[in-house]
């Protein structure tokens, strides 16, 4: 609002899942180490951060809302917090983020984001029965200053993607904080191709008049891109003139 450009940095992550890092701890250090660097930005710019983050956050309890944790994450979230999820909030806590699909209430099918299946003991012990189990832990994240331009963040079921995990969407409003110059309008003619097709007497004062206004005008002996320009100016004077347009309703 002030005049200058605003900066913006997106980061598409793929965190290392509970079974990796309980093999090599150093795995999941790598990468926070490595995502620290990628959104080390000047303040002024505005950061978010998306993927699937392998993490569970959890629904947040009274105990983080009294050690002040609803700074960093909404009260919609879903599951239990795991070690990998520990992880993820200290790094919001460093950064100064904010998980913005925990941000909204919506119903379960709109807040998990990946669908696993485990073993179904209830079959019994030789069954190979299994069921499925929804977590969430996908996330987009943004400053926490910029809390205040989210309009809306969720996952979607039922988009043409091959994986076991949902699109997650989040919705912001830059308006709220910056200025933004939207593109003018552009007004399109549209002609009476109806009454052209139509009309026999049409027709041919059209074509008379493209051949005419084409024989005056097009300078055979000129570059390819003129001899175009030409041909199309020719046109559409000859469909304002012959056709006519159509108001919009």
Same mark, same amino acid.
């Given at each position: 609002?002030?005049?200058?450009?605003?900066?913006?940095?997106?980061?598409?992550?793929?965190?290392?899942?509970r079974i990796l890092?309980?093999?090599?701890? @150093? !795995?999941?250090? /790598? *990468? =926070?180490?490595?995502?620290?660097?990628?959104?080390?930005?000047?303040a002024r710019w505005e950061l978010f951060v998306?993927?699937?983050?392998n993490s569970q956050l959890g629904k947040l309890s009274p105990d983080d809302i009294q050690n002040g944790l609803?700074?960093?994450?909404?009260?919609?979230?879903?599951?239990?917090?795991?070690e990998n999820g520990e992880s993820f909030l200290n790094f919001l806590i460093n950064n100064n983020m904010y998980a913005c699909n925990t941000h909204f209430q919506h119903k379960s099918a709109h807040v998990t984001t990946?669908?696993?299946?485990?073993?179904?003991?209830?079959?019994?012990?030789?069954? @190979? !029965?299994?069921? /499925? *189990? =929804?977590?969430?832990?996908?996330?987009?994240l943004c400053r926490r200053r910029s809390k205040s331009m989210l309009i809306n963040s969720r996952s979607h079921r039922g988009?043409?993607?091959?994986?076991?995990?949902r699109v997650v969407i989040a919705k912001i409003d830059l308006g709220i904080r910056f200025k933004v110059f939207k593109k003018p309008k552009t007004t399109t003619v549209r002609y009476d191709s109806c009454r052209l097709s139509a009309d026999k007497d049409v027709q041919l004062k059209y074509q008379g008049s493209?051949?005419?206004?084409?024989?005056?005008?097009?300078?055979a002996t000129g570059p390819p891109n003129e001899q175009l320009a030409t041909i199309v100016d020719c046109v559409i004077i000859s469909a304002v003139d012959i056709v006519g347009s159509v108001k919009r309703s």
């Open positions: 609002q002030n005049g200058s450009v605003v900066m913006c940095r997106f980061v598409n992550v793929y965190c290392p899942h890092v309980k093999a090599n701890p @150093n !795995k999941l250090r /790598d *990468f =926070y180490n490595h995502l620290s660097k990628a959104v080390n930005v000047p998306m993927g699937d983050f609803n700074l960093y994450m909404g009260k919609f979230g879903n599951g239990t917090r795991n990946y669908t696993g299946t485990v073993k179904d003991w209830s079959y019994g012990r030789r069954s @190979n !029965k299994t069921k /499925d *189990f =929804y977590s969430q832990i996908d996330y987009i988009t043409l993607v091959d994986s076991d995990h493209v051949s005419q206004l084409i024989s005056d005008k097009l300078d």
